[in-house]
């Protein structure tokens, strides 16, 4: 079975800065993009940043400038940094990865998520 787990949430003051990272375990054959998203309350999930294979970054209007996404391909990890973050910026923040991983007899492909951790930008 295929893992994300996140950490590196939590609550930081408006301007301050956080770094989210995640892990991948399991059977893992390969990983293709990995990426972030949010959801606000009462909000829909949102594309925060993506990064393919090849280190190429994608991110939302909004994060752009401010955010950082790398990723280490060797630990199956993917990172986060996050500057002059804003009250906007609060939400639960969900680590996605496409990847291909063992199945019982040949490589499956499949699209995995993590369980959330929160990020609170509050005075």
């Known amino acids: 079975q295929v893992q994300l787990v996140e950490s590196g949430g939590g609550l930081v003051q408006p301007g301050g800065s956080l770094r989210l990272s995640c892990a991948a375990s399991?059977?893992?054959?390969?990983?293709?993009?990995m990426g972030w998203y949010r959801q606000a309350p009462g909000k829909q999930r949102e594309l925060v940043a993506t990064?393919?294979?090849?280190?190429?970054?994608n991110y939302a209007d909004s994060v752009k400038g401010r955010f950082t996404i790398s990723r280490d391909n060797a630990k199956n990890r993917v990172y986060l940094q996050m500057k002059s973050l804003k009250s906007e910026d609060t939400a639960v923040y969900y680590c996605?990865?496409?990847?291909?991983?063992?199945?019982?007899?040949?490589?499956?492909?499949?699209?995995?998520w993590g369980q959330g951790t929160q990020v609170t930008v509050s005075s």
């Open positions: 990064i393919t294979s090849e280190g190429t970054t």
């Open positions: 399991g059977s893992i054959v390969s990983i293709y993009t």
């Open positions: 996605n990865a496409d990847l291909l991983s063992m199945g019982e007899r040949w490589p499956v492909r499949g699209n995995y």
